[in-house]
């Protein structure tokens, strides 16, 4: 008798797995890096830790119903209205936005406090990968192209007056995209070789941003204090602090909870969080964290390359391009390779906004996964 085939659908979850192990994880150094100052600022060594405990289960929730339940192309179908109304939240942290840190990136609506420029970088992917669908023969077309690219390069723009981080990743999601979409390489190997001399020559092209008052004071202060440090002792403190952390930790760590930079890093449990895991976990926990994180993007790539059509293909190619620039901005800020962004580590740093959107992104991937097929044999 012959042997038959049958179609059965595929949940990664492999992914969900691990993605709760690193917030998991996330919730551990999340206590062990703000207790001190959770003690000192609200009386409760536990308040950062409770808060993002009860945002990691709802960012849960959302992974697993999204995954199960919210069908990708009914998103892709409503982009415009994601797109518009992330516009117009955006916008209005001009307006009415609720400061911190100096910059107002936040809307508070009743007891709800969130960032709208997190929200844009779904946005973006969803509408990106819109455009590519509609232009996706016509790509060669400089024309066709720069509409493409507008798509995320102009909320880039307007976000990075106030939160430059953000705006390199949403920029970095867009250029990835269609990259991957177009067939002509030349643009982006002068983009490449663009990019590569603003990093080179960043201390003079900052000096003449401030002449022109292109950047924000604090956007600029972080960019010469990463290159003359000495000179900028206030700005560079975190930083040093940072660096000391990570010097400090050896192979295995001081011991979980037995950080002493903690105590003289502010907000130690936000951008900074990976030099206390450096610190207390040691080299052999540093390389843990990044294995575990390759692990994830691994399988982003995995449900990119065998999804069922060419829009999953490149939604998902957005979550894992969103992933992979937000872990190696946060570890190159850590080390001082690149000035301070402010950009949090991937379910790990304390931020509720950020937790909900990754692991809402978590969820789309995942519904991609289950609407891949995979053929068993039966005899």
């Given at each position: 008798m012959a042997d038959k085939r049958k179609a059965i659908s595929f949940f990664d979850y492999s992914?969900?797995?691990?993605?709760?192990?690193?917030?998991?994880?996330?919730?551990v150094m999340?206590?062990?890096?703000?207790?001190?100052?959770?003690?000192?600022?609200?009386?409760?060594?536990?308040?950062?830790?409770?808060?993002?405990?009860?945002?990691?289960?709802?960012?849960?929730?959302?992974?697993?119903?999204?995954?199960?339940?919210?069908?990708?192309?009914?998103?892709?179908?409503?982009?415009?209205i994601i797109y518009i109304l992330s516009w117009i939240m955006v916008i209005l942290t001009f307006v009415m936005g609720i400061a911190s840190h100096g910059q107002a990136r936040w809307i508070k609506?009743?007891?709800?406090?969130?960032?709208?420029?997190?929200?844009?970088?779904?946005?973006?992917?969803?509408?990106?990968?819109?455009?590519?669908?509609q232009r996706m023969n016509r790509l060669g077309n400089i024309k066709e192209l720069v509409y493409t690219m507008a798509v995320g390069i102009v909320p880039m723009c307007l976000i990075a007056k106030s939160n430059l981080s953000t705006a390199l990743i949403i920029g970095g999601i867009?250029?990835?995209?269609?990259?991957?979409?177009?067939?002509?390489?030349?643009?982006?190997?002068?983009?490449?070789?663009?990019?590569?001399?603003?990093?080179?020559g960043a201390y003079p092209i900052a000096k003449a941003f401030e002449s022109m008052n292109i950047l924000q004071s604090y956007q600029l202060l972080r960019i010469f204090a990463w290159k003359d440090p000495a000179s900028y002792s206030d700005e560079t403190f975190q930083t040093l602090q940072g660096l000391y952390a990570i010097g400090s930790g050896g192979i295995?760590?001081?011991?979980?909870?037995?950080?002493?930079?903690?105590?003289?890093m502010p907000e130690a449990q936000n951008d900074m969080i990976f030099t206390i895991i450096c610190e207390e976990l040691g080299f052999f926990g540093a390389v843990s964290i990044v294995l575990m994180y390759a692990f994830v993007i691994w399988r982003l790539y995995s449900i990119a390359r065998d999804a069922r059509d060419m829009v999953g293909s490149f939604i998902v190619l957005g979550i894992m391009v969103h992933i992979s620039l937000q872990v190696i901005l946060n570890i190159a800020v850590a080390t001082n390779v690149v000035p301070n962004t402010g950009v949090t580590?991937?379910?790990?740093?304390?931020?509720?906004?950020?937790?909900?959107?990754?692991?809402?992104?978590?969820?789309?991937?995942?519904n991609v996964s289950k609407q891949t097929t995979i053929e068993t044999v039966e005899e």
């Open positions: 992914l969900v797995i691990m993605v709760m192990f690193i917030a998991g994880v996330g919730l999340m206590y062990s890096a703000s207790g001190y100052s959770a003690q000192n600022q609200m009386n409760d060594a536990m308040y950062f830790f409770k808060r993002q405990f009860g945002f990691a289960l709802v960012g849960l929730l959302f992974m697993l119903l999204i995954g199960n339940f919210l069908d990708y192309h009914w998103l892709l179908r409503w982009h415009k609506l009743g007891p709800i406090r969130f960032q709208p420029s997190e929200i844009m970088k779904i946005a973006v992917i969803l509408s990106t990968t819109a455009s590519i669908r867009t250029m990835a995209l269609v990259f991957v979409a177009t067939k002509s390489y030349k643009y982006y190997v002068l983009l490449a070789m663009l990019g590569a001399g603003m990093y080179v295995f760590g001081k011991g979980l909870g037995e950080s002493v930079q903690k105590f003289l580590l991937p379910f790990i740093s304390y931020g509720g906004t950020s937790l909900l959107i990754l692991m809402s992104e978590m969820g789309i991937a995942l």
